[in-house]
């Protein structure tokens, strides 16, 4: 065999364990030509070696204008001016046409939300008691962002702490389905109501928990979307997909938006304050922390708050984040006690 002989075998037989996926189809892709291979070329392998990648339009939010939905409007491809599919097979001469999605920004609804109400502090380390009531605002249909409130309130009296013998109970880092379903329980057998201030991803997670807090009657709290620390360290756009992010999983799972949002580890800052206000949020801290995170006995915890528990208080525990083992174990009897000492519960709901 000659050598040129040898060269045309070896170049066939390359052809063939290829699979002859030569460019072998010519088409053309939003006004240009191209070359496909292979034996079936489809519209996406043409897209592919036009190097041509639909795009999805996004919808974003009224105010901050982050990402709600990347795929809101979805891209479009023709083929020969008809509307096809990627796996579509195409032949020589045809003609292809990506049309991106547009972006949009959501719609502006009129909604009764919260209000504020005169004199409630921007951030909250006890009881408030705001008779705002509920007033019209202007808000983004999906993001629930307030664009504009009417200003007039259902009540108008001034928010004012409270004196009397009442507490609130609020667990932090939940859901998790080794205790929240435990707590929920004891609550229930108790008869009293609590807030659940939990983290997005993880009611993502476990959202059967979360419709659980809400369907019971207990307070929902945004306890931001990825319990970052140091949130007030981070820019602008990462504080409100913290914030707002973790309030779209709970309104997507109860239908209603949070009341409160509470920093994690209490670590706060006049931005994450704005962003939290300008999505409706009520800033939660807490005035009685036994710091039952770092996995005390049950009974320094219950000591630890009975020794700091007054008229008002807002007592923090968690119900996730770790074992919580002995914070379950002392609920019930911090429960009893504080009742035997004429306290009674809040709950915002």
């Not at 052809?15 to 996926?21: A, E, H, I, K, T």
């Not at 609550?187 to 983290?199: G, H, M, P, Q, R």
Request: charged share 25%; proline share 7%.
């Amino acid at each position: 065999m000659t050598a040129l002989g040898l060269v045309v075998v070896l170049l066939a037989g390359f052809w063939l364990v290829s699979g002859g996926d030569r460019p072998t189809t010519k088409v053309g892709v939003d006004g240009r030509t191209v070359w496909v291979g292979g034996r079936r070329p489809t519209v996406g392998t043409a897209l592919a070696a036009a190097r041509v990648r639909p795009r999805d339009g996004v919808l974003l939010s009224v105010v901050t204008h982050r990402v709600i939905d990347v795929h809101a409007s979805p891209a479009e491809v023709f083929l020969d001016d008809a509307p096809t599919q990627v796996g579509q097979r195409v032949r020589a001469g045809d003609r292809i046409v990506v049309k991106d999605g547009p972006d949009a920004t959501e719609k502006i609804v009129s909604r009764r939300v919260q209000g504020l109400g005169p004199g409630l502090p921007p951030v909250e380390d006890r009881i408030w008691i705001s008779a705002g009531g509920t007033e019209e605002a202007q808000v983004g249909e999906r993001s629930g962002e307030i664009v504009s409130r009417s200003g007039t309130s259902a009540a108008a009296e001034a928010a004012h702490f409270e004196t009397g013998m009442v507490v609130a109970l609020s667990f932090d880092d939940g859901p998790d389905p080794r205790w929240t379903p435990t707590i929920l329980q004891i609550l229930k057998d108790e008869n009293v109501k609590a807030t659940f201030c939990t983290i997005g991803y993880l009611a993502q997670r476990h959202p059967e928990l979360v419709k659980a807090e809400f369907d019971a009657g207990h307070t929902l709290c945004d306890h931001s979307m990825h319990h970052i620390l140091n949130l007030p360290a981070r820019p602008h756009p990462q504080i409100i997909d913290e914030v707002d992010q973790a309030a779209d999983v709970i309104r997507n799972i109860s239908g209603e938006n949070p009341l409160f949002y509470r920093p994690p580890g209490g670590n706060l800052n006049q931005d994450i304050i704005d962003t939290a206000h300008q999505r409706g949020l009520r800033v939660l801290k807490w005035g009685v922390d036994p710091k039952d995170y770092t996995k005390p006995p049950a009974p320094v915890i219950l000591a630890r708050i009975e020794a700091k528990v007054g008229p008002g208080a807002v007592i923090l525990m968690h119900d996730g984040g770790g074992d919580r083992s002995q914070t379950v174990s002392m609920l019930r009897q911090l429960i009893d006690d504080l009742k035997r000492r004429g306290f009674t519960f809040y709950n915002w709901q």
